[in-house]
Structure formats: structure tokens, C-alpha cells
């Protein structure tokens, strides 16, 4: 079974521009979280969606959004890039309905602002 | 009152001892806690996970300890290898909602 797929891994963005990054969860989950990993503040919790919805956010400003589509695969948006966004950005997916924390993560997407 | 607090941020153990990393929280809502253990270059993995509705669980050499009164658990690697050198990350699940992450103990076993 293929597990969490990210695209791209790596990516370099000037201040001011924006970036979308894909997330492709394993096969047969509906849950997608975002979280953004940086050193020093471990993995902070961006958003959740279950089945096209957003079930869950955290305390990003609205630069940062996402979406799911029918067939489960998500994508994150940040817009007017700052350096300080800087991070790896981590996609998870699980299975459960109910959200009890059990989440499969994929390698990540390494975004470096100049 | 979301916080996990996780200790230390970095350690340091010889081959065959025991690693010993401490997490702390405060929201009694929260119903589940795994760890995570992530490589360079790779994502988080799940590890092991406890609910509180137990002390201690314990899975090959690593074991978790729960102490529901003093909320707090912990997550001890015995015959530490070099292989388990990674960064380990503890977490809470506040019943229907989001994972709360610690902020990562980075661990080191040397030869």
C-alpha cells in the first residue's frame, strides 16, 4: 500500500510570492492534516479536512488555506510569502471518522523564502 | 491549556542505556497519547500510543508511562541503539479534534 505522497519535496519562493503544495493520502483515508514543522517550534498544526471539509483550523493567519477534493488528495496555499514561513511543511492522513489521532505523515515539502 | 511540554530538547545516551524523554500537559479533555519518532528527511512515524485508562504500555524496548494524577507521561527507549537515533515527538489528542505535538526531543545514542 502506498503511503502519504508530497509534491513537491523541495522548493525555493521569493517574499511576496506564493506556493501550492499537493497532498496525496494513502488509499481508502479521508482525513488530511497539514502541519508545518520549523526548529524550535516542532509541528504546529495548520488544518484538517474530512471528506472536502474543513473540520479542523489552527492559528495561521488566512495566508495559509487548503482544500480536498472528492477523490481525497488535499492542497495547501500560502500566499504573500514571508521568511518566516520558511519550514517543512508535513501532510498526514488517517482513516478514522471520528479524528482519534492515529496519522500516517509523508515526507514532507521543504520550502525555503528567499 | 492546549500545550504539551516536552523534555529535554536534546539527549545524549551510550549504547545499550536508557533514553528517558518527559512530557507534561494540562488539558484533562485530552484522550490519547502517541509518539513520534521521525528520521532525517522523513516524516513522523507513529511509535507507540496509550490512553489514559492505563499505566503503562510497552512494546519491544520502548514503554510509556502514563501518570494520569500528575499528567504527565513518558517515553523510555531501553538497550538504546544508534538506530534509534531520531527526533521523537510526544502528542495529545483533545478528544474530537487536532493532535497537540511536544516541541521534539532530538536523540543522539553514540557507538
Known amino acids: 500500500k502506498a503511503g502519504v505522497t508530497q509534491t513537491p519535496r523541495y522548493l525555493i519562493k521569493t517574499r511576496g510570492q506564493q506556493v501550492t503544495l499537493s497532498c496525496s493520502p494513502i488509499?481508502?483515508?479521508?482525513?488530511v492534516s497539514w502541519y508545518q514543522q520549523t526548529p524550535g517550534q516542532g509541528l504546529q498544526f495548520l488544518f484538517e479536512y474530512f471528506s472536502e471539509t474543513q473540520r479542523n483550523k489552527g492559528n495561521f493567519p488566512g495566508r495559509f488555506s487548503g482544500r480536498q477534493f472528492s477523490n481525497s488528495r488535499s492542497e495547501m496555499n500560502v500566499s504573500t510569502l514571508e521568511l518566516g514561513d520558511s519550514a517543512l511543511y508535513l501532510c498526514?492522513?488517517?482513516?478514522?471518522?471520528?479524528?482519534?489521532?492515529?496519522?500516517?505523515f509523508g515526507e514532507g515539502s521543504r520550502l525555503t523564502v528567499l | 491549556q492546549q500545550q504539551v511540554k516536552q523534555s529535554p530538547q536534546s539527549l545524549i545516551v551510550q549504547k545499550g542505556g536508557i533514553s528517558i524523554i518527559n512530557c507534561a500537559y494540562e488539558?484533562?479533555?485530552?484522550?490519547?497519547f502517541p509518539w513520534y519518532q521521525q528520521f532525517p528527511g522523513k516524516g513522523p512515524a507513529l511509535l507507540i500510543a496509550i490512553r489514559p485508562d492505563v499505566s503503562e504500555k510497552k512494546e519491544g524496548r520502548f514503554t510509556i508511562s502514563f501518570n494520569k494524577s500528575a499528567k504527565q507521561f513518558s517515553l523510555h527507549i531501553m538497550d538504546s541503539q544508534p538506530g534509534d537515533s531520531a527526533t521523537y515527538f510526544c502528542a495529545a489528542h483533545p478528544g474530537f479534534q487536532k493532535l497537540v505535538f511536544g516541541t521534539g526531543t532530538r536523540l543522539l545514542v553514540s557507538p
Open positions: 488539558n484533562t479533555a485530552f484522550d490519547y
Open positions: 498526514a492522513s488517517s482513516t478514522d471518522r471520528v479524528n482519534t489521532g492515529e496519522l500516517f
Open positions: 488509499s481508502g483515508h479521508r482525513s
